[in-house]
């Protein structure tokens, strides 16, 4: 089991950036970030694999968002920029061992917390 703890959290106005970090216990092979908010599912936004070389963006962040991870860190990071009100969500952190359905919650073994992210108009 991997040990994920998210932070960088807060409230920020639209436009603004904000950049969440995620230290795990260790980097899996493929780390993804996800959202949820308030009576909605919960929905990915970014996922990378250890070497950078492959990554996937929802296509609403595309462009607005980048995910980066520190591999002696054990740290992975989401980087968003001129966010809107509608980002407002917890975001989570998350890892897998396969690139495979990159994009469903449900292939992901281990999660953080989660770190609350709001903006305001």
């Known amino acids: 089991q991997v040990e994920l703890v998210e932070s960088g959290g807060a409230l920020v106005q639209a436009g603004g950036s904000l950049r969440l970090s995620c230290v795990a216990s260790?980097?899996?092979?493929?780390m993804g970030w996800f959202r949820q908010a308030p009576g909605k599912e919960r929905e990915f936004m970014a996922a990378?694999?250890?070497?950078?070389?492959?990554?996937d963006y929802a296509d609403s962040v595309k462009g607005r968002f980048t995910i980066s991870r520190d591999n002696g860190k054990n740290a992975v990071y989401l980087q968003m920029n001129s966010l809107k009100p509608e980002d407002k969500a917890v975001y989570y952190c998350?890892?897998?061992?396969?690139?495979?359905?990159?994009?469903?919650?449900?292939?992901?073994?281990?999660w953080g917390q989660g770190t609350q992210v709001t903006v305001s108009s």
């Open positions: 990378d694999t250890k070497t950078g070389r492959i990554s």
């Open positions: 998350a890892s897998k061992d396969t690139w495979g359905t990159v994009r469903d919650a449900n292939t992901y073994a281990d």
């Open positions: 260790r980097l899996e092979y493929v």
